[in-house]
C-alpha cells in the first residue's frame, strides 16, 4: 500500500470517533456498567464463599442448550437453599435483555446465585444473581493440542451441584505446573471423577466410550454424548487402573467441547494423537453446537 | 414513672438531634462507609470461592490476641499463593486507623484477602483486602446454656488454612435444625476434627483434657489453653468413642471463648451442666480476654 503524501483529500477529514461500546453485565434485575459492577462484602459469597452458577455460551446471538443449563441452575439453588425470588421467564427474560443490549454474537454467559447479604456473615438471606457476558469463540485449534492431566485425590463437596467452590483447583496450579501438566483429574477411593471445570471419558480397547457416573457434576455436554444413539457409550465405574489400558481419553465442557487427553500422570494415552473415536465424537458435538 | 403533662418544662426542649455515627470499613487501603462497602464482581471470592480471612475481638479499643492472628492470617494467605502487598506493619496501621475512626470500644474485626479481580475468572491477580469491624460483647449467658451438637462425618478442605469455605456448614443448617442441634461436630475416619467454627475439647474420666491434633484450624482460644502450664490438656486423636464415654466436652472459639457442650447426637455429656475442668478453663479464658 502506498503512503499518501501530506495534503491528500484523506488527510483533510477528521478520523471518525471512536466507538467505545460498553458492555453490561446484570445485577439482580438492574442493567449495570460490567467493568463498575459491584457487591457488597456483606455477600455470603465473599464472607463464606457460598454460591452456585451456571455457564453457557452464546452463538449468534442465540444461547445454546439454554433449557439445560437453566435446569441445572434451579436444581444447584434448590440444593443450596438459596431461594428463588425470580422464576425461569424472568431469568431468560433478563438474559435476553443482556444479550440484545451487548450484541456480543459469540459469548460466554455467566449466570450466578449468591447467599445474598447477611447481616450475621453466617445466614442465608435473599440471594444476588449477578448475569455477565464475555466474548467467546471456540478455538478448534484446541482440540489437535490436546492436554496432559495429573491425577489427583480428592473428592468435589457438593458434586452434582454447581457451586462456585475452587478452593483446591485454584489452589494446586503450582502443583499442576510442576507436574508439566494443564489440569488435574480427581480420583477418589481408586475411582476417577472429573476435572476441575470438565467431564473424563475413556475408550476401552473394545472402543466402548465410558465416563464415570457418580460424585460428579454433570456437564451438559456430556449429557449430549451420552444421547448419541448409534455409539455405545456408558456412565460406569472408572478406576485409575482402567485409564491405564484406554485407547483414547478426552474430556469434554461447554467451551472446550471435546478435547483429547494426551497423556495422564506422564504416561501417553494411545498414540498422542487425536483417536479415532474422540475425533467422531468432536465432530458430533461441534455440529450440535457450532452451527 | 409519672408522666409529664403537656407544657412541662420538658416539653418545652427540643429533643437533641439523634446522632448518626457513620460505621467504616477498608477495602484495600481505603476507608469506606461500611454500609457501602462493595467489590467488584470479578472478584475471585465471589467467581470462585477463592479466599482467606482472620477475626479477632477488640476489648476497650485494644484488639485481643492481635499477633497471634496475624501470624495465622499471612499463614493462611501464604498457603493459598495470595501474594501480600501490604507488610504486617501496615495492615496492623489500618486496623488501629478503622479501631480510631470507628470507635466501637467492644467489637470483632474481620480481615478477608480474596483471590483478587481475575480477568479469566480464574487466574490468582493482586489480592483485595478487607477489613470490618461489628460492635461485639461477649454473653457471659450463654455459658450456662450450653449446646448441642450433632456429629457428621466431613473432612474441611485446607484444615489448616483459614479459607473462606464454609459451604458444607452452611448447606447443613436444615440437617442441624432437624436433628434439635445447635452446630456441627465433624468426623472423618472415625476421627474427630473440629466444629465449622471453633475447636473441640474433651474432658475424660481421669480428668484429662484432651483436643483433636490434626486436619483441624488451629484456633486461638485454643492456642492459649493448651498453654496453660497446671492443667493436663494434650492434643491427641479423639474418636466417635472417646466422646460416648466423655466426663465434660467444650468448644473454643474468639467470640464463644469456652462453651460447654451438654448433649452430641442426643446423648447428654456428664450431668448436662458446665463441668468442674470445663468451668476452671473458661474462667482462665475470661480473665485472659476480659480484662
Known amino acids: 500500500m502506498k503512503k499518501q503524501a501530506a495534503g491528500t483529500k484523506a488527510n483533510k477529514h477528521l478520523k471518525p470517533f471512536k466507538i467505545v ?18 457487591i457488597l462484602i456483606s455477600d455470603l459469597s465473599i464472607q463464606r464463599g457460598y454460591g452456585i452458577f451456571d455457564f453457557f455460551r452464546t452463538i449468534n446471538n442465540k444461547p445454546v442448550f439454554l433449557e439445560d443449563h437453566l435446569d441445572r441452575f434451579f436444581y444447584s439453588a434448590s440444593q443450596m437453599q438459596l431461594e428463588q425470588y ?13 444479550i440484545e443490549k451487548n450484541n456480543i454474537s459469540d459469548s ?11 447481616e450475621d456473615g453466617y445466614s442465608l438471606t435473599k440471594p444476588n444473581l449477578l448475569i455477565t457476558q464475555s466474548a467467546f469463540t471456540f478455538n478448534t485449534e484446541i482440540f489437535n493440542k490436546g492436554i496432559k492431566l495429573i491425577t489427583f485425590n480428592h473428592q468435589r463437596q457438593l458434586p452434582s451441584v454447581k457451586t462456585i467452590d475452587y478452593l483446591i483447583a485454584i489452589h494446586l496450579q503450582p502443583f499442576i505446573k510442576s507436574h508439566n501438566a494443564d489440569d488435574l483429574l480427581y480420583y477418589h477411593h481408586n475411582e476417577i471423577t472429573e476435572c476441575p471445570r470438565s467431564n473424563f471419558f475413556i475408550v476401552t480397547q473394545k472402543d466402548k466410550v465410558v465416563t464415570p457416573s457418580k460424585n460428579i457434576l454433570k456437564g451438559i455436554t456430556r449429557k449430549k454424548i451420552l444421547g448419541f444413539a448409534h455409539l455405545d457409550v456408558r456412565e460406569t465405574t472408572v478406576t485409575l487402573e482402567d485409564i491405564k489400558t484406554a485407547k483414547e481419553a478426552f474430556i469434554t465442557s461447554t467451551t ?33 453446537k457450532e452451527r
Chains 1, 2 share one sequence.
Open 256 to 288: 472446550k467441547n471435546v478435547l483429547p487427553v494426551f497423556e495422564i500422570d506422564g504416561k501417553t494415552i494411545g498414540d498422542g494423537k487425536p483417536g479415532r473415536i474422540t475425533s467422531e465424537i468432536y465432530k458430533m458435538v461441534c455440529k450440535m
Open 86 to 98: 425470580l422464576n425461569r421467564t424472568q431469568i431468560k427474560q433478563l438474559i435476553h435483555q443482556l
Open 108 to 118: 460466554g454467559i455467566r449466570i450466578t446465585l449468591t447467599g445474598g447479604y447477611s
Open 21 to 38: 461500546t460498553e458492555i453490561y453485565s446484570i445485577i439482580n434485575t438492574d442493567l449495570v456498567i460490567k467493568n463498575k459492577a459491584s
